[in-house]
């Protein structure tokens, strides 16, 4: 035998390799099932489902194996030790990613598939780092899933002659793979990379071609009836619309018969004052599809409406209300340009959004987890919105979105809602699943306390806010609590909504069902039923009348996005489609087996055809329908190529840094055409409109600069970067009286204005140099006043 054979690894050693990758996908098995009792997920480890999913992990196993096999033999054939060293690398790899996988089911309780094409690297990089950072320990958990696979390879030496017998190999594998397909799994017991792996190619394959002769097929001509007209005394001006949108506010938290009650009781007496659907539905599983279902009624698209490269033409409360005389706000506490929130609130004209930028120094922020925070909790939310100028002459329409209530679940004054936790917990004397899962969450039971006692807080201050006996409130959640483990695949959609109003004349529960594509129809058409309103000839809404059924029915064909790019849920009266399996909805929402899926696989692939027609070739609604058409910024394929030759998977900050050094460089035009590109993809990154008004003042359009810098001080009146460039501008154009306006309002809005110090001084200088005073506004020359337009 020559070198080169004594060297060459064969079969046998291919074998205790896929031995050796197979132990450690059943020692995943056991972390997941371990993590899973720990926080309460699952009753036992060692139970039926865990031997299922080491079948399963079997039959990935010798799948993985029987594809590996061909490229291990033709190098280990060409060049010895190749074939070998390919396969050992492709192993780890896979051990790692199924790993990583596992970690994140173990988070999400829901495993990852086609989703992640719906996620910039930017906005799993925000979620991971405002839900805790890495830590390290994965990484210690990666090493040691690395040394026991080596460690199980060299074990397996001592057993090699049993495995030789195991002649041929290929056949035993392939057995073993295909029983695999007979045995029913679920996502708890399937290989997550092979779950990922096969959504991924369905997704990518699936057609989702348009056959239809209609134009434009979600346009309806009908009115939407008028169900909530009889339960209001609406008065003679038109009613203010505050709609309360609650992060993971799910309805097994919130209600009577709620499998985790007790821990909202402000919102549990809400309820019996209110317009409660307590089936209602969201229209998707993450944050991401609220907003256009709940302002818009609008379609999904492929990973969320929001995520669309170009918004389509479109109808929703923003615009409609807006278009009738009301004042249109928006208020969260987190960036407004995660999940693309800015540009779809930017597309629809509205007045004020008050995000993360928005609060000053007196405001505090979020504990940081591991040096990251998601922004401002919910009561300081509320107080920031309590301090903004409302007019009563003018209706108002205002949407917040609330963060607390997400991971990593710390609200303010934790020890305390913790201890409120345990007190509620001892005298519920609950026993079993429910009360291990408590116990092992507290912390997530004490934001929902905090949440609830922010709400309180809001209602009570709102009582104070001119217009409040005219005011209509809706409150509802974004989706179900994603780290508590759910009853069945309909769980992280049901969610409570409630209607609530000084001016309703009789609560009223409703069990029908209902979902968040029906309340910008419903709210409209109580609107239209009093009021002479501007409004649209036709209408494109995906949801109609809220069933105001007070027993339980389901009559309703509703699409459910579980996550981005997972349109996988359609329920079609009381029958769900889910996953390939049809169910029966009780009263009680739980889910029983049922047969006849045919026509609900048909409904949703229709239903998935449509949704790509009108989201992709802007056929929702035409421009004659349209109240604020989209203004897409253009750019030449030159300025394109340039871009591009700058983009390395970039955000949008170093994109700023890149244009700000070229600004430095007297690269004038480039550094426009840069920042223009940053504000077509993110219209509120501020320190890029800032930059925009300092490069046209340098480049002597200074009347341009001063409109800009004014209108980053409109959408932003804390940030003191806007003041400081401004005050430059006025002082390089000698607008003295202009400068000691800014002054005034620096020093009243920015908390910061102790910074510009040194340029507040210098304006004063040069106002007295030339003789003028800050005096009053009656005595102020006419021009322009600074002051009130920028308080516009």
């Not at 005298?427 to 079993?432: R, S, T, V």
Request: with cysteine; net charge neutral.
């Amino acid at each position: 035998m020559n070198t080169s054979q004594r060297d060459r690894y064969s079969l046998m050693h291919y074998t205790r390799l896929i031995i050796a990758f197979f132990l450690c996908l059943m020692l995943l098995s056991v972390f997941q099932y371990t993590t899973l009792y720990f926080k309460g997920v699952v009753e036992g480890v060692f139970s039926s489902s865990f031997f299922i999913a080491v079948a399963h992990q079997m039959g990935f196993a010798s799948l993985v194996a029987i594809i590996l096999i061909f490229p291990f033999n033709f190098w280990e054939n060409l060049r010895p030790r190749y074939g070998f060293v390919l396969i050992v690398v492709l192993l780890v790899l896979l051990l790692i990613v199924e790993a990583l996988l596992i970690t994140y089911y173990c988070t999400a309780l829901v495993p990852l598939g086609s989703d992640l094409l719906g996620y910039s690297i930017a906005d799993i990089k925000e979620t991971i780092s405002n839900s805790g950072g890495i830590s390290i320990v994965p990484f210690v958990g990666l090493a040691v899933i690395i040394a026991t696979f080596f460690g199980l390879y060299r074990l397996t030496s001592k057993y090699y002659h049993h495995i030789g017998k195991m002649y041929p190999f290929t056949i035993v594998l392939f057995s073993l793979f295909v029983s695999t397909l007979f045995l029913d799994g679920k996502p708890i017991n399937q290989s997550k990379t092979q779950y990922l792996a096969i959504n991924l190619y369905k997704t990518s394959t699936e057609d989702t071609s348009y056959k239809a002769d209609v134009e434009y097929p979600l346009i309806k001509s009908g009115h939407t009836k008028n169900v909530l007209g009889e339960y209001f005394e609406l008065k003679e001006e038109k009613p203010n619309i505050v709609m309360v949108i609650v992060e993971g506010l799910g309805r097994d938290f919130m209600g009577e018969g709620a499998e985790f009650g007790g821990f909202t009781p402000f919102l549990d007496s809400l309820s019996q004052k209110s317009l409660y659907w307590e089936n209602c539905l969201s229209t998707t599983g993450r944050t991401f599809g609220v907003l256009p279902a709940l302002t818009g009624s609008l379609p999904f698209g492929t990973s969320g409406f929001m995520e669309l490269e170009k918004y389509p033409n479109k109808l929703t409360l923003f615009s409609i209300l807006k278009n009738n005389g009301y004042l249109t706000s928006f208020y969260q506490g987190t960036n407004s340009s995660f999940d693309n929130v800015d540009s779809y609130l930017i597309s629809e004209n509205v007045d004020q959004i008050i995000d993360k930028s928005s609060f000053g120094e007196e405001y505090e922020m979020q504990e940081e987890n591991k040096g990251f925070s998601w922004g401002y909790p919910d009561k300081e939310l509320f107080k920031k919105s309590m301090r903004m100028n409302r007019e009563e002459a003018q209706p108002r329409l205002e949407v917040y979105m609330t963060i607390s209530n997400h991971e990593p679940f710390i609200p303010p004054r934790q020890d305390y809602y913790e201890k409120r936790v345990a007190q509620l917990l001892e005298k519920a004397q609950l026993e079993g699943a429910v009360k291990r899962v408590i116990k092992k969450n507290d912390n997530v039971f004490a934001t929902l306390l905090y949440t609830d006692d922010a709400l309180k807080y809001f209602f009570e201050e709102y009582k104070k806010q001119p217009g409040y006996e005219n005011t209509i409130f809706i409150v509802t959640g974004d989706h179900r609590l994603i780290p508590i483990p759910q009853r069945n695949n309909l769980s992280r959609f049901h969610v409570p909504l409630m209607i609530y109003s000084p001016m309703l004349k009789n609560p009223k529960k409703i069990s029908a069902i209902s979902s968040h594509f029906d309340v910008p129809p419903t709210l409209m058409a109580l609107l239209e039923g009093k009021y002479e309103l501007k409004m649209p000839k036709k209408v494109a809404w995906m949801g109609d009348a809220l069933d105001t059924n007070s027993s339980f029915r389901s009559i309703k064909d509703i699409p459910l996005m579980r996550n981005k790019n997972e349109l996988k849920e359609y329920i079609s009266g009381e029958k769900l489609y889910s996953d390939g399996a049809v169910y029966t909805i009780d009263e009680n929402m739980d889910l029983g087996s049922t047969f006849g899926g045919s026509d609900l696989e048909k409904k949703l692939q229709n239903f998935k055809s449509l949704n790509a027609y009108v989201t992709t070739n802007d056929k929702i609604i035409p421009d004659s329908l349209a109240i604020f058409t989209i203004k897409k910024e253009k750019f030449t394929d030159s300025e394109m190529v340039w871009i591009n030759s700058l983009y390395n998977g970039y955000n949008s900050d170093k994109f700023f840094s890149i244009a700000r050094d070229l600004a430095f460089d007297k690269e004038y035009d480039k550094a426009l055409l840069l920042c223009r590109y940053i504000l077509s993809e993110r219209p509120r990154h501020i320190d890029t409109k800032i930059l925009m008004g300092r490069v046209n003042a340098w480049r002597g359009n200074r009347d341009t600069a001063i409109e800009i810098l004014q209108e980053c001080i409109k959408i932003n009146p804390d940030y003191i970067d806007s003041y400081s460039a401004l005050f430059d501008v006025y002082f390089w154009d000698g607008r003295h009286h202009e400068a000691l306006e800014l002054i005034e309002l620096v020093q009243r809005n920015s908390s910061s204005a102790d910074v510009i110090a040194d340029k507040i001084a210098r304006a004063k200088r040069e106002a007295r140099k030339a003789g003028i005073s800050l005096v009053n506004k009656s005595e102020r020359p006419k021009g322009k006043d600074v002051v009130a337009s920028l308080k516009q």
